[in-house]
């Protein structure tokens, strides 16, 4: 017996997590299209989502402020490089709580390692939540900004990104269905946790893909890559066929509306053959799998789900790239991610179709996931607390800012101590650094030559060891030798034979022994030259040692700080080290004390909020005989991160906002004069003459 259903292959806790394919695989469920009045029914919240991700002039502020600060930063610290905003953000279908996507252009650079460099900056400004991903075909660094509460992703030279942003923003411009329709989709995908690569589902520009991708065929837009004439451009090396046409039309076009168009969106890809066919938004409809080369590679979802040991094929729910014809947006699926795609498109598509409201499609799923960006209410635990607990809390955090401040203020002391240190152990090792080299020299060339007498002296005493006879005594030797050999003979005394061949082999011998003497001879002469040119190299060597320790001195006396130091590479490698590592200590406490800091400001705002309420409406009982009247608006809802600039400034400002009424120099003088006006007075009617 097994769990497994037979039909799908699903265990039963699978079938039940992905209910609503798990039916359409059993019972290939059919959908009925809603009537026009259920449709009717979506126009309002619909709408009501759309004008909801609208970006407000603070928003917008705060996107391009956080853009300006980076771009200074960036190209500050790369040469030749510019930074662009490309993406959802730039084309105008970012949710309002999207990322803000940024290119860094850098020409001839590693990017792994420049990817590196940027988070390290990143961290030394106190940004938060830093994730770098350099295995990515594009590296990239994801970080939350703590002052605007903005997610923003900086990836290193992804040109061919900026130039879909432009097709992106081509189609946007062309009905405003299509900005409504991606951010409808966008918002229902990012709540049913079905929008993000990294985590095995679609990414955002992919869901955008299906979207214009259905607007196309639902002939609302045109195809913006169909024309006769093509551009042909390099792109990091690459030849793209960028085409974006400007003459495109329609002949016929659709006036659905977005609740029509989001429904059958729904309908047509819940109901989809994914495993025969390819989106293209380039080619205008969709491609038959055979005809681009991408087959549907095993293993399946189903089959991985069962086998951890297997990984996804290539191909599932194919999505061609509008320039990057060879990438397949669907790459980053993982089974879990595929499978919960297929069936949330489903269950959207059922619920659509029987009349349920947008509110249930959109149900989060884990709502803790999406906190983060949400707006929060700035002083959302405050409201409920008195004064006295505020100025507790206000005093407590003054109090550890003051202390951080200082143990910063320490910190940067010791750092720039130790700074200091080391470039002056490197100036007192670059000022003697030719006297080092000659010492250095001279020790190398004592190594390598008593590397050489120790040769020498083995090769003189192992001759001497052989040969007992010293030269002198040889050479009288060969000379008798010689003599007897070639004397003229007496015939009464002629050696014999055997004695005639003792003497030539005796001489042979004292040759062979003269020579291997006369060898031990010039080894011994080379052993006491080479001794003498030791003793002199040892007395420069001394020599070089005293210039040293005199520059030295000399030096050590302008910088009394390397008193008692030792001076060496290796010490100051080491004060290099502490430096570093003291670097990366004051980077975590600025990141800390940015974080009070935004506290202390909170807490003080909030009292000189309430302090003003508590003024204005004291001041409007007593103006209106008993009625409140205030100057600003009762705290009648929350207040959000992006409210927070002018609230502040409204603050701080308050005093100082009264405008000084310049008075002339000639009302200064009638003021003198008394309590006189600068009116005419009353003037008589003029009367006509009779």
Not at 134 to 160: H, Q
Not at 653 to 676: F, H, I, P
Request: proline letters at 2%; charged letters at 35%.
């Amino acid at each position: 017996m097994t769990d497994e259903c037979e039909l799908t292959g699903l265990s039963k806790e699978d079938a039940n997590l992905y209910g609503h394919y798990h039916s359409f695989l059993v019972n290939d469920t059919k959908f009925s299209l809603p009537s026009n009045e259920i449709l009717k029914g979506f126009d309002k919240p619909l709408q009501r989502t759309i004008s909801n991700h609208l970006l407000s002039v603070n928003d917008k502020k705060r996107r391009d402020g956080l853009f300006r600060h980076l771009e200074k930063s960036l190209t500050s610290k790369f040469k030749d490089s510019s930074l662009v905003i490309f993406g959802s953000s730039a084309s105008g279908l970012s949710l309002k709580s999207g990322d803000l996507d940024l290119c860094l252009q850098i020409p001839n650079i590693n990017e792994k390692k420049a990817i590196k460099k940027v988070s390290s900056m990143l961290r030394g400004q106190g940004m938060e939540s830093i994730e770098t991903i350099t295995k990515a075909k594009i590296p990239i660094v994801k970080f939350k900004d703590p002052r605007s509460n903005i997610f923003v992703d900086i990836s290193i030279n992804n040109s061919l990104a900026i130039y879909n942003t432009k097709l992106l923003q081509e189609y946007c411009a062309l009905d405003k269905r299509v900005h409504h329709l991606v951010i409808t989709i966008k918002h229902w995908a990012i709540h049913r946790n079905i929008s993000d690569a990294w985590s095995g589902t679609f990414s955002s520009y992919a869901w955008t893909i299906l979207a214009i991708n259905h607007l196309i065929q639902q002939n609302v837009i045109p195809n913006l890559q169909e024309s006769d004439s093509r551009t042909i451009a390099k792109v990091d090396g690459v030849e793209y066929d960028l085409t974006i046409t400007d003459k495109a039309n329609l002949d016929d076009k659709s006036d659905a509306t977005i609740s029509k168009l989001l429904c059958s969106f729904f309908h047509n890809y819940a109901t989809r053959d994914w495993d025969e066919l390819v989106v293209s938004i380039r080619n205008g409809s969709d491609l038959k799998r055979k005809d681009k080369g991408w087959r549907n590679e095993p293993p399946s979802a189903i089959e991985v789900l069962r086998d951890d040991n297997l990984r996804l094929g290539k191909h599932h729910m194919a999505i061609e790239d509008p320039f990057d014809l060879d990438l397949d947006l669907s790459r980053v699926l993982r089974a879990e991610g595929e499978l919960r795609i297929k069936n949330e498109l489903l269950r959207a598509c059922d619920m659509f179709c029987n009349g349920s409201t947008w509110k249930a499609i959109c149900e989060t799923v884990d709502e803790q996931r999406l906190d983060h960006l949400e707006p929060d209410d700035l002083f959302h635990d405050l409201r409920d607390k008195s004064d006295s607990v505020v100025e507790n809390m206000l005093e407590k955090v003054k109090g550890e800012l003051s202390s951080l401040e200082k143990r910063v203020g320490a910190l940067e002391d010791e750092r720039h101590s130790n700074i200091r240190m080391a470039k002056a152990m490197r100036g007192v090792i670059e000022e003697t650094s030719d006297i080092r080299k000659e010492h250095k020299s001279i020790i190398n060339g004592l190594k390598e030559r008593s590397k050489l007498i120790e040769d020498i002296k083995s090769q003189r005493d192992k001759i001497n060891s052989d040969i007992i006879l010293p030269i002198h005594m040889i050479e009288d030797e060969l000379s008798k030798v010689y003599t007897r050999l070639t004397e003229e003979l007496d015939i009464h005394r002629v050696p014999s034979l055997e004695r005639e061949k003792e003497h030539f082999s005796w001489f042979m011998e004292l040759q062979a022994m003269h020579a291997k003497a006369r060898e031990a001879s010039e080894l011994h002469q080379r052993f006491v030259e080479s001794i003498k040119l030791q003793k002199d190299e040892i007395g420069k060597l001394k020599i070089y040692e005293t210039q040293h320790d005199e520059a030295t001195s000399k030096l050590l006396e302008q910088e009394p700080m390397l008193k008692d130091k030792s001076i060496n590479h290796k010490e100051m490698m080491s004060f290099d080290r502490r430096v570093q590592k003291l670097q990366k200590i004051v980077s975590q406490r600025r990141s800390e004390l940015h974080k009070l800091r935004r506290e202390n400001g909170r807490l003080e705002a909030w009292l000189r909020k309430k302090t003003k309420q508590k003024t204005s409406q004291e001041f409007g009982r007593k103006k209106g005989r008993g009625k409140t009247q205030t100057r600003s608006k009762p705290n009648s809802g929350p207040v959000t991160l992006g409210d927070l600039s002018s609230l502040l400034s409204s603050i701080e400002k308050e005093d100082t906002s009264k405008k000084v009424r310049k008075v002339s120099a000639k009302k200064a003088g009638m003021k003198k004069l008394g309590n006189l006006g600068a009116h005419r007075g009353s003037r008589g009617s003029f009367k006509k003459k009779e």
